[in-house]
Every structure is written in structure tokens, then in C-alpha cells.
């Protein structure tokens, strides 16, 4: 069993920058796919970002976010730059144990609480 803590959001303004964490416990992240998903309100969830033996965005944040981990501190992280008022949304982590398909909710088993980031302009 995995369980996924996330921190670091907050209310920023626009073009301006958040780390979020996603840390990880009853089970080492780095043997799991990590990614980053969020969900504004009246919309879907959707992917976002994910980290395996390479990084993938989607091109919404390409160019502005960067996703990374600490195998050390079995910690994952997303540097978010540039951030705009449609980044606004709650923010997931979440761990997939292989698999070909990076994007599709369903294929993630296990997930965090959250953590609200709010964009202002």
C-alpha cells in the first residue's frame, strides 16, 4: 500500500511560481510510475504531468512545469513557473505500478488528498 501526502499549494499571482511535494510512505516511489493531476471545479480530472524513466507533459504546462523526484527523501515534486489564472485547480499526485498509458485516470491505484493552487490575475 502507498499513501501520498501533497503540500506546497497556496494562492499565487499570475506569473508567478509554486513547488508542490507529493511524499510518499509504505512504499518506495521510485519503483512507480509519479504524476501530477489537477481538477478545476465543474471539470474533469486531468493529467497534467508524469515522471517514469523519462518526463511527459501535457501542452497545457509543457515549457512552464517540471516534474521530479527524490528518491532519497522518496519524495516527488512539481515546479510549477509561469503560472496562469486557468492553472487554478486542486492539484493530485498519483502512482501507477506499470503500464503503458500515462494519462488515463484509471490506470492510477493509488492517490492523494490534494493541495488547492489558486492563481490570481
Known amino acids: 500500500q502507498v499513501r501520498l501526502v501533497e503540500s506546497g499549494g497556496g494562492l499565487v499571482q499570475a506569473g508567478g511560481s509554486l513547488r508542490l511535494s507529493c511524499a510518499g510512505s509504505?512504499?518506495?516511489?521510485?519503483?512507480?510510475?509519479m504524476a501530477w493531476f489537477r481538477q478545476a471545479p465543474g471539470k474533469e480530472r486531468e493529467f497534467v504531468a508524469v515522471?517514469?524513466?523519462?518526463?511527459y507533459y501535457s501542452d497545457s504546462v509543457k515549457g512552464r512545469f517540471t516534474i521530479s523526484r527524490d528518491s532519497a527523501k522518496n519524495t516527488v515534486y512539481l515546479q510549477m513557473n509561469g503560472l496562469k489564472s486557468e492553472d487554478s485547480a486542486i492539484y493530485y499526485c498519483?502512482?501507477?505500478?506499470?503500464?503503458?498509458?500515462?494519462?488515463?485516470?484509471?490506470?492510477?491505484?493509488?492517490w492523494g488528498q490534494g493541495t488547492q493552487v489558486t492563481v490570481s490575475s
Open positions: 498519483a502512482a501507477k505500478a506499470g503500464g503503458a498509458d500515462y494519462t488515463g485516470v484509471r490506470y492510477y491505484a493509488y
Open positions: 515522471i517514469t524513466w523519462r518526463t
Open positions: 509504505g512504499r518506495t516511489l521510485s519503483t512507480y510510475d
